[in-house]
């Protein structure tokens, strides 16, 4: 297995006031980078990347592997990986980030899920997506790219917002390819079925046996499926959703707490807060505070 050569690396650093002021994200399509491979020179980069492949194929070849380039798939790759680009029509998205952003916006929404997506010690993960999430995860990073070159705090935080979103999915497949699901297929639909359900219905339906009723099984069934494929109760599953919408909201609208709560199913604003505080240790408001700063 050749390996990326030791001399001669190039170090790629983050442009962080590439658009004429500081911005610790980056969203460009590959077509758009000039020489995205670099001659298949190794590079070394100081910051969090994702790229994601919509055509093309090839191989990154890092200290850890050589990992062929497919279609709908993303790959992630860690401050100070050294990899190499050989590709042939590659195009996509990429998802820069500083570790500014990690810390700011990734820790405090993915708490101990941070570590599926960038493992320590590794320089690239690979993530395959379902089509439709994938599909899902192109439209966000196309409707970015228009904002990148345009400044503004609201800007800003729709930028951050959307982009969180999107990592957010990401750890959310990894978490669970780290967790296998049993031989019986059933199981395994069963989960999948059950977290396509809270997808489409978490801003109405907050109680586990408001999706046993629809799938027709019982708690305890769906408990042990939920758990065996994803880590996580199906309480936990449900309530993550209605957390990451209900900061998404936060980020990027000036609506009163009040009418966020009522999109969100939550007739009671205190109990919607509550519920926001006990999951995020930080009241709605003060996160909303904490993001204009």
Known sequence: M?????????????????HGFLRSIEVVRIKDID???????????????????????GQFVTNDDIVDICPDQVYAFTPLS??????????????????????????????????????????????????AGFSHMIGDMEALIPFM??????I?????????????????IQQSAQHPPPTQMTTSRLSRQFLALVRDNFARLHKVTDYTHLLACSEKQ??????????LTPKVAIQRH????????????????SDIALALGYDDPARFSAMFKAATQCAPRDYRRRLKF
């Open 242 to 257: 209605i957390v990451a919408e209900a900061k998404r909201q936060l980020a990027i609208t000036e609506a009163p707490i």
């Open 156 to 172: 800003e935080r729709y930028i951050a917002a959307t982009a969180l979103k999107t990592i957010y999915a990401l750890e959310i």
């Open 35 to 57: 020489n995205f491979s670099k001659d298949g020179i190794a590079q070394r980069i100081d910051f969090f990347d994702l790229i994601f492949v919509t055509k093309g194929r």
């Open 2 to 18: 050749s390996q990326p050569p030791t001399t001669a690396i190039q170090n790629v650093d983050f442009w962080t006031d590439k």
């Open 82 to 131: 050294v990899r190499r680009i050989v590709e042939t029509g590659l195009d996509g998205y990429c998802l820069f980030f500083e570790a500014d952003f990690h810390r700011e916006y990734f820790s405090q929404t993915l708490n101990d899920w941070a570590l599926a997506l960038f493992p320590m010690g590794r320089d690239m993960t690979v993530i395959k997506p379902p089509a």
């Open 149 to 154: 070159e345009k400044p503004g705090p609201l």
């Open 222 to 231: 769906l408990m042990r499926a939920v758990r065996a494929d994803f880590g």
